[in-house]
């Protein structure tokens, strides 16, 4: 129920952070805690000729994930693994994108974490963080009831470039909580 409430209530938020990145029509794409799996969903939408693999450590994630895109993956256009973001079980620059939707605040080591989706990055590939909270006042409200790290823009930055990304580039909703960052592998 919580992974359906979870596709739901932060549709709205991924979708604007979408808006701000243009993707390959041939793209492989790598979701990391894909969740309920409704992101998978809105990357093949914007990039229907893309393949997808969605990844989560929770096994109750990839089996939802695995239901909601049930038709996709019969066709062949998605596939669903479990795993961590610590020890991603792809091989070496096999992505040209990889996303992370409402899930860094729960990485256990940010910088080490950005360094292994580096590694599933093909040369040129970018990254695509997007959160709903950036650091502030509403943010450490959610730290006192849920254990996360919650990061500022130029932390997020700081920490991309630590782990070797270049090109770091970051939109702010309007509303002054939404962030979107992209990094791009040399």
Not at 25 to 41: A, F, P, R, V, Y
Not at 140 to 149: A, G, H, L, Q, R
Not at 175 to 181: A, E, S
Request: proline share 2%.
């Amino acid at each position: 129920m919580m992974l359906k409430m979870m596709n739901f209530m932060h549709n709205k938020n991924a979708m604007w952070c979408l808006s701000n990145i243009e993707i390959e029509k041939t793209s492989h794409i790598l979701e990391i805690g894909c969740g309920g799996g409704k992101n998978i969903s809105n990357l093949l939408k914007k990039a229907p000729h893309a393949k997808v693999y969605g990844v989560d450590y929770s096994e109750t994630s990839v089996e939802n994930s695995r239901k909601f895109n049930r038709k996709a993956i019969a066709a062949g256009k998605v596939d669903v693994v479990h795993g961590t973001v610590s020890s991603i079980p792809f091989e070496n620059e096999k992505f040209d994108l990889a996303t992370a939707f409402e899930t860094i605040y729960f990485w256990p080591d940010l910088v080490n974490d950005f360094k292994e989706v580096k590694r599933v990055l093909k040369s040129g590939g970018k990254f695509f963080i997007c959160n709903e909270l950036s650091k502030g006042e509403e943010a450490e409200k959610w730290t006192n009831i849920i254990d996360m790290t919650i990061y500022s823009k130029k932390q997020l930055n700081d920490a991309l470039i630590k782990a070797g990304f270049s090109d770091v580039v970051s939109h702010e909703h309007e509303n002054g909580k939404w962030l979107c960052v992209i990094a791009q592998k040399a």
